[in-house]
């Protein structure tokens, strides 16, 4: 029987609370926690943040409690239901305290399945509601058309 529970997917599912009353849950087939609680790793997670309406899929999650820095990495894929954003990147770190959001590296950003950015180091503020950069972008709107940014 213990065998075949390990054989089988393992999901596990971890309530945190957090300050503010934000909760996220951790569902994912290896879990390891350490340094007095402070420290999470997870390997193919997904986080769920409920009360934002936040979900986010990634092969690896890097979670620093003491510091509320969620780092992920490995095809990440960030879904904020609340304002129809999804952002797929190779690793992207999550402020908790800031609500920010930094994509590192090559991503792509679909607004209400409206427009595709294509750009790179992208910032997300969540409570304002803002993407930014530095780097040039490519959007495609639902028609075709294409924009540049420089």
């Known amino acids: 029987m213990l065998k075949k529970f390990k054989i089988g997917i393992f999901l596990f599912l971890l309530s945190l609370n957090y300050s503010n009353s934000d909760e996220i849950n951790i569902v994912s087939s290896d879990i ?7 420290i999470i790793l997870a390997s193919n997670a997904e986080i769920q943040i409920p009360q934002k309406k936040i979900s986010i899929e990634s092969k690896k999650v890097n979670y620093n409690k003491n510091l509320d820095i969620i ?5 990440v894929i960030f879904n904020d239901k609340l304002n129809d954003l999804k952002i797929e990147s190779k ?10 959001i930094f ?19 992208i910032y997300h503020n969540i409570l304002l509601k803002k993407i930014y950069g530095n780097e040039g972008s490519i959007i495609e709107d639902k028609d075709g058309n294409f924009y540049f940014i420089k």
Do not use: A, M, Q
Request: hydrophobic letters at 20%; zero cysteines; proline letters at 0%.
């Open 32 to 38: 390891n926690i350490s340094e007095e609680g402070n």
């Open 71 to 75: 780092i992920f990495s490995d095809d």
């Open 91 to 100: 690793k992207i770190k999550y402020e908790r305290k800031n609500d920010l």
């Open 103 to 121: 994509s590192d590296g090559d991503t792509i950003i679909d607004v209400n399945e409206n427009y595709k950015i294509k750009s790179k180091n």
